[in-house]
Structure formats: structure tokens, C-alpha cells
């Protein structure tokens, strides 16, 4: 079996620095934990976070639309329009 982990009173578990080595992640990153069938969770590095998605669907030499031009795509695209 790996590495063992003991759950305090709080509820709370604390990696081994060998766990966060073997994730790739250091102070202020994130996990993602999915909860699998029969009591199994997988535990997994999040290395994106906000800062680095925005501007990510930027397109160089497109205008910027407005929220209202984005609300019209939205409501032609729920109407078939689109």
C-alpha cells in the first residue's frame, strides 16, 4: 500500500511533501478531487486558475464585443438563430 494519511478531529488530512512532489504542486496551487465509486477518490494537481484563463479566447484582429452583443448571440443562438 502507499503512503498512509491520518485524518485529524477537524476533518482535515495533511499531504506528505513527497505526495506534493509526486503532484507537481507547491504552496497556493489547487487539487481536484473526484469521488469515485465504492469509496474511492482520485486525486489530481489544478494548475490553472483564473488569472491564467483570462484572455485565452482572445482573437488578435476581432473587435470586442459589448454585453449586449453577447447577449444577443446568446438568446439568436437559444432561438435557432445561430
Known sequence: MGTMLTV?????????KEVLEHLGIGPGDRLA?????????EVRA???NIDGFIGSLSQPGTATLTISEMN????DGWAGQR
Open 46 to 48: 489544478s494548475k490553472g
Open 8 to 16: 485529524t478531529a477537524k476533518g482535515q488530512v495533511t499531504l506528505r
Open 72 to 75: 444577443q448571440i446568446a438568446a
Open 33 to 41: 478531487v473526484e469521488m469515485l465509486p465504492d469509496g474511492r477518490v
